[in-house]
Each structure stands twice: as structure tokens, then as C-alpha cells.
């Protein structure tokens, strides 16, 4: 039974302890934090966010991601009350050991230049307990305002939130009893926050959480570089690889000779965006529930133009294969992607039970 | 002529014909009416333009009548009209009713279910009863709309409601036999596409035919249900006989919806020179158009719960056969494959027959109106 393991060798030594972030949620209340949570990792629709009622205090939750990720998510209520609790009795509790935060902003806010200053403190109160924290920036409810609007609005809302930022983290450096911070070797160019523009109504909000569970996945390129040998063998042109019930896309590979062809530079999102709602088709169809598993096979042959396949991949993945037109070479990449499993079972995490579940074994 | 007849005396379909589309000519024109802000446009937009529905707010009220030709299997023309003109007692401007209702197929007289619809109906009324006199083919159809946040009692409450005082109004005028339909629908949801569907349905010539192909591939391959979808509207134009189920019916459209996403980020530009060289290099030395199966785009999707697949095939540029599978018969794919080749070839050859026949019999019968389709 031991040897079935085999292809996970290269990192096995660091693959068998479960990584555990934490990841903040925050922002002003009614802005949209838990509505995108449940969208993500609980599969809600857009619409269904309706029913959601305000957070009280702080809602932590558990997310499994992959086998050995685990997100602790700490969605915080945004009511003032509690805002001023976060930052006074609560402040160490919930500043520390900060993997991530994430600052939901809402575009529609009457009073931004209350936003802001309330933004300034939480990231102050980042700075003093968890320095290489990574900031994510949200401007969410973009469906709000008139496409064309939106950009220009963006762009000023971000500009005015770096600046708060840099001013929050010169006045945490200067600070006497912190100047640890400086030392530290975090720079004014590590704390620049990340912004997306994003909305529950379209594939924006998909592109901002890839890039934010993109940074935190543990044995990334490994990942990445096994989908390259398996692209390189089959002769795909492109691989995605994406989480099983979230469907964010954890890695992905595309054939160096077509890497910069594909005009749509926004695929990764959209397809994630594709396949989550085609899993919500399938669950009002057959009646299971959302967060189960909803099609195991996916396949289409566009003639003389490409082929492509989508299939459970691990226990916790799916991966996508697109590839060149052609019978035999589709035939031939399906057989090989099956026996590539036992490759990615480290994705399944530690406690997987080896030589159990998903497919055969390479022999 | 001869020709014509002896042809519709064959054709089982043909009771309905005379009815829908008495001088079988090309372009059927699809009005949309009601009262302003009753969503015209936003329809026109969802179903023919894939607007999203949400961003269906920021549309302009229509000023203008608003002309839209939909090419397709059938080509369509789609006529928005502003809700604020009465077409039938304008002061300002005789409208040329000929030229508007003249080769009309349908009228969607869209009524607004939340807002008080007594006027809309009392404007319906008036609108069916100077069609009925001037131009009785014209095929009624009422869209009673947003009904998406209504209780399903009430939206049957509403149905009801409209229906009556529509039929009441009729029968006193003694026109009951004016053909009206009812559909209730939102753009929220798939309701208005299976609306225009009905609707379209009962403009296309030899349903019938149509209809009984796809039976009876459905008795061959075992299949649950099989759609015949026109792809850029998610329109189906012909079902089998087995009940209506509006739930297949969604999953059917949702896959179309898939396969067109895919086809737009993987085969809607072109692939760098020299691919078809290097693809015919070992290990599969073969010409490209030797090496794939079919040269029609084709699908399957299998479902985890009780492994139900799904399979599409593309027919023309226009249309897709979608069908579901009963348990199962994944195994028997290129079985199917081969019933679903010769059924698609059948419907390829039935529609170039009956396109054929249409802008004949256009051109012959009448010649100035025809042109007037063209330019218009």
C-alpha cells in the first residue's frame, strides 16, 4: 500500500501538516463581507444573499481549503459598537497572527471620509500586532454605478486608500516602543494594499478571492509544477486546477507556445464563474445539496477548433484540460489525467488515508 | 400552387399553418406592446441582446419604435414599440397599419403584474379588437410580467383576473375565437425564455415534423427529454411529445449557456500559425479533419447523483440538439452518437426544404411585400 504515494514524493517531508491562516474579514457594516463569504465557500447565489441578516460580534468559521489549508475566518460584524470594541478590549485578540486581511469597502457608502478614517485604525491596529499581514482592499457593489463611471471611481477610491494606508503605517513606525517595525525589514512597499473592484452579481468577486487564497496555499509550486509536466506530456494547451466547492482556481498552465494568445485575459475568473453556476443548476435539477459534489464529467469536442475536458480530479479538486481537436489525443490526455491522480494526492491533505478514494493508482 | 397543396394534403402538421402564417412568406415580425415602463425593452434586451437582467435598470425609456432583425434558423424581425403612443388613435400621425401588422406572426402585449394593470388590459382590449377586424391571423400572446417576487397563488390569481376580463370583453363584442395566450414571466428567471419559446413555436412551419423526429429519437436512444435550442436565444423551437418540465428545460439552457462560455474563451479566435502542421505530426500523422470525430461541436456532461447524462450536438450555426439521458446509458455513447448523427442530418435537410420553400413561395405570391421585408 505504501508505494501508491509514490509520485508525491518530491515534498512529502512538508506536506503533512495542515497550514492554518487567519484571515480577516472587516469593513463598515452592510458592506457586503458575509454576503461574499457565503457566495464563495457556502455556494450561495447572488440573490439568496438577500435573506442574510447583520453580523453580530465576530463570526469565525472554518474553512477547509485543499486538504492542508485551513482558513480561520473571522468575519467581523462592521457595526460601530463593535468596531470600537475590536480596536479597544479586543484589539490583541483579534490583531494578532493575522495571515490576511480583507477591508470590504462599499462603494455607496454616504460617508467615505468616515470609511477611511475607520480604515486608518484597523490597519494601524494590523501594523501593531501582525506587520506582515497582507492587505486586500475591496471596493464591492460596483454593480451600482454606471459602467462607464466605474474605473475613474475606482481609480480615486484606491488612490485615497494607499495614501491611508502609507500614513497609518509611518505613524505605527514612528511610534516609540514599535520601531521593531521598522526593523523588521517590512517596507512601505510591503504594506501597499491590494485592490479589486468587485460585485456578488459578477465574476469580479472570483478574480479578487482567487488572488487572495492564491498567495496562501501551501506547496504552490510544487503544484505548479507538476500540472507543467502533465500539460507538457499530454500536450495540452492549457490546465486549470480548480478547488472542489468553491471552484476559485488554485493553479493553472498553459502551454508556453499559446501563452500569450488567448485574448481573454479574464477567463480563470469567468470559467470559475461558469462552472459554480452550472453547479447551481445541478443542485436545483437533481435536488442534492449545494455544497455536494454536483457532476463528475464534463466533456466537449468543438470540431476542428479544441477540445476540452473538465473532471474530479483529487478529493478536493477539479481539473480542466483543454486541448488541441483530435479523437485519439483527447482519448489518450483522459487516460493519462486519470493516472496522473495519485501525483496531486498530497492535495488531499495529511489525514487522507493512503492507497483510499480517488482513482487508480499510477502503475 | 398545385405544388403547395398537394403538399400540405401530405403534411399532418398542417391545421395549424393556415392559422399562424397564412401566406407562409420569410421573415415572421414580432411586436412587442404595453404600457410604458411595463419592460418592453428590458425583454427585448434579455432574451435577444443577453443583457443581464440587473443591468436591465440603467435602459433608456424607448422613444421610438425599435426595430430588431433576429437571424436564426427562421429570420425574425423584433419590433419594440414606445408604450407611451397609441398606435391605433394618434392625432399627430396616421400610423400605415399595413405595413405594421401586414406580416406580423405575433403581438406580445406585455402587462406589468405589480403595478395596476386595469388600464393595460382596457389598451389590450381595445388593441385585439381593431386587430380582430382588419387582420385576424395576427396570433396574441400576453406576457404578464415581473411576476418574480409574487407568490405563486397570486401570480395565478393575476393570470386568472386578466384572463377573464379579456375573454368577457371579447365575448360581448362576439369575438371568441380570437387566439390569446397566456404566459406569466419575469426576466429574473427562465420563465421568458420558455414564454418565447411558445411563442415562436407557433410561427415555425410543420411543428409537427419537428416534433416527431425528436420522439422518436427519444424512443431509440432512451432519452428523458430532447430540446431543440436555437443558441443565441436559448429559445427552443421544438421539444418531443413527453410532458412540459420546466426543470429539465433549465438545466438544458444552463448547459448551452456553459458550452457557449467555453466556446468563447477557447474557440473564438485564432490559434497561432502552423498548429495544423504541428498537429499533424507524429504521433497522430493524420490529416486534422481525419483525426476528430465530428466536425459539429459535440458534449456531454454526467450529473454525480444517479449518473443522468447530458449530451449536446450542434446542428447548424444556429442550432443545438440538448437532450437528457436516462440512467445510466453513458455507456452506450457512440450508439447514440450514431442515432444523433442521422437525426441531425434529418433536421439539417428539413430545414433547408422548408427555407427553400419559403422565400419561393415569398417571391411568387407577392413580390412587392417581399421586397419591402429586405428593406425595411
Known sequence: MADTDVGAQPASMGLRKVKKQKVLLMGKSGSGKSSMRSII???????????????????????????????????????????????????????????????????????????????????SALFQYSREAKIFVLIHKMDLIQPHLREPLFDERVALIRRKTLDAFNLVRKQPGNSDVASGGVTEADVEPQAFATS??????????????????????????????????????????????????????????????NPFGDRFERLSNVLKAWK????????????????????????????VFVTKFTTNTYIQVV???????????KLNVGIARSWFKFLDGPSAPVGSGSGPAGE | MENRQRQQKQDGSKAQEPATNPQ????????????RRSGKSSISSVVFHKLPPNETLYLESTARIQKDSLNSFMDFQVWDFPGQIDIFDNPNFAFDMDAIFGEVGALIWVIDAQ?????????LNSTILHLQRSYPHIIIEVFIHKVDGLSDDYKLDIQRD??????DELSDQGLENASISFHLTSIYNHSIFEAFSKVIQKLIPRLGQLEAMLTSLCRT?????????????????????????????????????????????????????????????????????DQIGCDLAESGMVLSDAQRPIMLREVDRFLALVAIMKEGSYDKIPLINLNVDEVVKGLTEFFEITKHRETRLGGKDDPGEGQLAIGS
Not at chain 1, 447572488?46 to 472554518?62: F, K, N, W
Not at chain 1, 504552490?220 to 500540472?227: G, M, N
Not at chain 1, 486541448?323 to 490526455?333: D, I, M, V
Not at chain 2, 386578466?162 to 375573454?167: F, L, M
Open chain 1, 41 to 123: 465557500f457556502s455556494n450561495y447565489l447572488a440573490r439568496d444573499t438577500r435573506r442574510l441578516g447583520a453580523t453580530i460580534d465576530i463570526d469565525l468559521s472554518h474553512v477547509k481549503f485543499l486538504g492542508n489549508l485551513t482558513l480561520n475566518l473571522w468575519d467581523c460584524g462592521g457595526q460601530e459598537a463593535f468596531m470600537d470594541n475590536y480596536l479597544s478590549q479586543q484589539r490583541a485578540h483579534v490583531f494578532s497572527n493575522v495571515g490576511v486581511l480583507i477591508y470590504v469597502f462599499d462603494i455607496e457608502s454616504r460617508d467615505s471620509e468616515r470609511d477611511l478614517f475607520t480604515y486608518g485604525n484597523i490597519v
Open chain 1, 200 to 261: 456578488i452579481w459578477d465574476q469580479s468577486l472570483y478574480k479578487a478571492w482567487s488572488s487572495i487564497i492564491h498567495d496562501l496555499i501551501p506547496n504552490l509550486s510544487i503544484i505548479e509544477h507538476q500540472l507543467a509536466t502533465l500539460g507538457a506530456a499530454i500536450e495540452a494547451e492549457e490546465i486549470l486546477l480548480f478547488e472542489r466547492t468553491s471552484f476559485l482556481v488554485v493553479s493553472k498552465w498553459t502551454a508556453p507556445s499559446a501563452a500569450a494568445e
Open chain 1, 280 to 307: 447551481h443548476t445541478c443542485s436545483k435539477y437533481t435536488g442534492t445539496p449545494r455544497n455536494s459534489e454536483q457532476f463528475s464529467d464534463f466533456e466537449y469536442k468543438a470540431g476542428a477548433n479544441f477540445s
Open chain 1, 323 to 333: 486541448l488541441p481537436p483530435g479523437e485519439a489525443r483527447f482519448n489518450a490526455a
Open chain 2, 24 to 35: 407562409g412568406k420569410g421573415k415572421p415580425r414580432l411586436l412587442l406592446m404595453g404600457q
Open chain 2, 115 to 123: 403595478d395596476d394593470y386595469l388600464e393595460a388590459v382596457a389598451k
Open chain 2, 162 to 167: 386578466v384572463t377573464i376580463r379579456i375573454q
Open chain 2, 221 to 289: 436512444c432512451r432519452f428523458d427529454k430532447a430540446y431543440l435550442f436555437d443558441v443565441n436565444t436559448k429559445i427552443y423551437i421544438a421539444t418531443d411529445s413527453s410532458p412540459e418540465d420546466v426543470a429539465s428545460y433549465e438545466i438544458c439552457s444552463d448547459y448551452v449557456d456553459v458550452i457557449i462560455d467555453f466556446t468563447e474563451v477557447y474557440g473564438s479566435w485564432e490559434r497561432g500559425p502552423g498548429r495544423r502542421e504541428r498537429l499533424e505530426q507524429a504521433p497522430w500523422p493524420k490529416k486534422l479533419d
